[in-house]
């Protein structure tokens, strides 16, 4: 799963909801990162720093720059207020690959005017002293927002994970549109240890994705027919070589031009009737015969 | 309005146009019809007028246009057209985009489709030689322009047409018709090659535009974040900032350059191109796609309002994509549209449910022709099929016809012919008698 988010300079959207958080996947993540080596900038608005940082372990912990909101939020003690503070998250990082994960943007949706944090948000993916290197983690909870706020979000971010889970389990569903049919959709199931690692596991015997739904079953319609539908070969064969009626073939074109051999064929014969008027002569006097 | 009363030279002059100046014509026996030519109208008292004073050199006759690169007229109604870089929509649209409207693209969900068309009409614009102007709140317009398809030659064109349709035919066998042969000899959506002159031309998607050809091209760049440094959140009494500089922006460029004819002893007349992403995200600083009661619900048709009078006055075309699958409020959907000039609506297929669906399976989205102007004109040219689907092949992006299957009895079930009345009901009306409610009528 980490190998899709490894590309830098992306929005990733982690969508949790009231039926399962996401927040320990969020630690989980800011853990493997950590791991790596890499230092993590966190923005904390919904909850305190030491809950954030409880069962991280304390490698990942000083690895961890937490920039606090939580503490004032209204931004009382002269800070920037909210955005200020998250423009400023990259400033005092050293350069070279960085990761910002933001507790929720959320909160800072419900504290700032949309545009303004779209924007803030683009321009610290396209920071100029971490040249395309800084990958954003941004915790929603979709259950929050209407679908304007929600669609403008997810349009700025490039890998959306939808969190949900089932039977004990955690699922993400991760999901990277990309042109021409090629887009990533790709469900993980695992379990979040109390450490916070990933435990993945295989898929199980859940539904697949649910706008599949189910299949109808068919009927058959050639079954109780009083007639026959189906053509056996020699039929077949027969009906292929049938001329067409509109068919302006060869044979149709000799048989009019030269209409004396197709006279032997077809004659009218006709016997005037007692009540027939044959009238030799012609009122109009315009037939030329 | 230089732009919409363009067209032939001829339209100008008054009073008894065209037998004298087939008398003209004939008697000068196809000669240079200079100005003021008493010698070139034998037997004939009247006076050419001239009405291009000291043309010269240039272009055939004093009384006709100059024609400007990459432009022709239109037959139905003699405004003058570019193309929008793909011929297929030329097509639909009636032949091209005319010079001084607005070609809305109402962009699909994750904006793949929409930036290729966006990229398509400025690839068109190097390659015909007029100036772009580029504008975006998201990408560098230096990368948008660094991401342009390469055109293509004639011949190159058909080997990459016919790899697109052996594709096909590997799946499933020619059929050639039997009882309907008549309708096999149809022309096919797109026209070839051979049939425009240098009006459309085609791209290679799957390559980049070399960047000599970029680099000789001249255009002008406007992108937001460099123009607005502080993130004041003041706003402007009627528009909003971002949009205000824009304007003010492209009004400069048309004035400075000359294209509202401003400066009549320039040299050669060139159309502006202008091509702006995006418009009305949040990251224009307009909160028309998030909120559902926006606060400035009127900047963005401020803006449009605006922008559509400065290119009435001047020879520029302008393409603008807006996600309006973003936007809640359909009062302000239709007022967009209603202030463009023409609309086209991408619905791509990617994380939908109609994925699924199999009368689908070959094409990457739908495309719908909202709207066509009226230019000059009571009546437009809309194109008789309304199911119109595309596709993103390897090279090339085609716009077909979708054929609907018949709408057969209950008896008879088909896969989800729920979800194909479904959407058959949203496309318009042109298919929507085949599908038409839920219940079928039973004789």
């Known amino acids: 799963m980490l190998q899709i988010l490894a590309s830098r300079g992306d929005l990733v959207l982690l969508r949790d909801s009231v039926e399962w958080e996401g927040r320990s996947l969020l630690k989980a993540l800011i853990r493997e990162v950590a791991l790596k080596g890499e230092q993590v900038q966190v923005l904390g608005c919904e909850v305190s720093e030491e809950v954030f940082r409880e069962g991280l372990d304390s490698d990942t912990n000083s690895r961890l720059v937490y920039h606090d909101v939580f503490r004032d939020p209204q931004g009382w003690t002269g800070n920037w207020g909210p955005l200020g503070i998250l423009r400023a998250c990259l400033r005092g990082a050293e350069p070279g690959p960085c990761t910002l994960a933001v507790d929720s943007l959320s909160w800072l949706l419900l504290h700032a005017p949309c545009s303004a944090l779209c924007q803030t948000l683009r321009a610290l993916g396209h920071d100029n002293s971490h040249p395309g290197r800084v990958r954003v983690l941004g915790l929603l909870h979709e259950d929050v927002h209407g679908p304007g706020p929600l669609g403008a979000l997810r349009s700025l971010a490039q890998i959306e994970v939808t969190v949900g889970g089932n039977l004990g389990f955690t699922t993400a569903q991760v999901f990277h549109p990309k042109p021409r049919h090629r887009s990533i959709e790709q469900t993980y199931w695992f379990s979040i240890l109390p450490n916070f690692s990933l435990e993945f596991h295989k898929e199980t015997l859940l539904e697949p994705r649910p706008h599949r739904g189910p299949q109808s079953p068919t009927v058959d319609a050639m079954a109780d027919l009083t007639f026959n539908v189906h053509l056996s070969k020699k039929e077949r064969e027969a009906r292929d070589t049938l001329a067409l009626p509109f068919h302006f073939s060869s044979e149709k074109q000799q048989s009019l031009l030269h209409p004396a051999l197709a006279s032997s064929t077809s004659q009218i014969f006709y016997e005037p009737d007692a009540d027939d008027y044959l009238d030799q002569e012609d009122p109009d006097d315009d037939l030329d015969i | ?443």
């Open chain 2, 1 to 443: 309005m230089a732009a919409l009363t363009t067209g032939f030279g001829r339209a100008r002059q008054g009073g008894a146009g065209d037998p004298r100046e087939y008398k003209a014509e004939t008697a000068a026996g196809g000669d240079k019809l200079g100005g003021g030519g008493g010698g070139g109208d034998r037997g004939c008292s009247f006076l050419r007028k001239v009405s291009v004073p000291g043309s010269g050199g240039g272009g055939g006759g004093g009384a006709r246009l100059r024609s400007i690169a990459g432009t022709r007229p239109s037959v139905q109604n003699g405004q003058l057209l570019v193309s929008a870089g793909l011929p297929a929509l030329d097509q639909l649209l009636g032949g091209g985009l005319a010079v001084g409207t607005l070609l809305l693209i109402e962009e699909d969900k994750y904006n793949i489709y929409s930036s290729l068309i966006f990229k398509y009409f400025l690839a068109e614009g190097i390659v015909c030689g007029h100036t772009l102007l580029v504008a975006s709140a998201k990408e560098d317009p230096g990368d948008i322009l660094q991401e342009l398809p390469e055109p293509l030659h004639d011949d190159n064109y058909k080997k990459v047409l016919d790899e697109g349709r052996s594709h096909k035919s590997q799946e499933e066998p020619e059929i050639s018709m039997k009882i309907a042969w008549r309708y096999q000899n149809l022309p096919q959506m797109e026209a070839g090659p051979g049939t425009s002159s240098r009006f459309g031309h085609y791209y290679d998607v799957s390559k980049r535009m070399s960047q000599e050809v970029i680099q000789s091209a001249k255009w002008h760049k406007f992108f937001l974040p460099e123009e607005i440094t502080s993130y004041a959140n003041v706003e402007s009494c009627a528009l909003n900032h971002g949009y205000t500089k824009l304007l003010h922006f492209i009004q400069r460029v048309i004035s400075e350059q000359g294209f509202d004819g401003s400066n009549p002893q320039k040299k050669q007349k060139n159309i502006l191109r202008i091509g702006i992403q995006s418009l009305g995200s949040p990251l224009w600083g307009d909160d028309i796609c998030c909120a559902d009661t926006p606060e400035h619900m009127h900047s963005l048709t401020r803006f449009l309002y605006v922008l559509r009078g400065l290119l009435r006055m001047s020879l520029s075309a302008c393409i603008i994509t807006v996600p309006s699958h973003l936007i809640q409020n359909k009062a302000v959907t239709s007022r967009i549209r209603n202030l463009s000039d023409t609309v086209v609506g991408l619905e791509s297929f990617i994380g939908s449910e109609k994925e699924a669906n199999s009368l689908y399976k070959d094409y990457h989205g739908l495309i719908h022709i909202h709207q066509i102007p009226r230019l000059n004109s009571l009546i437009c040219d809309v194109s008789d099929t309304k199911d119109l689907a595309f596709k993103l092949q390897r090279k090339v992006f085609t716009i077909e016809r979708l054929h609907l299957p018949p709408d057969l009895s209950d008896t008879v079930s088909r896969s989800s012919k729920r979800d194909l009345v479904e959407s058959a009901k949203q496309l318009s009306p042109g298919c929507g008698m085949m599908a038409g409610g839920k219940e079928h009528l039973d004789f």
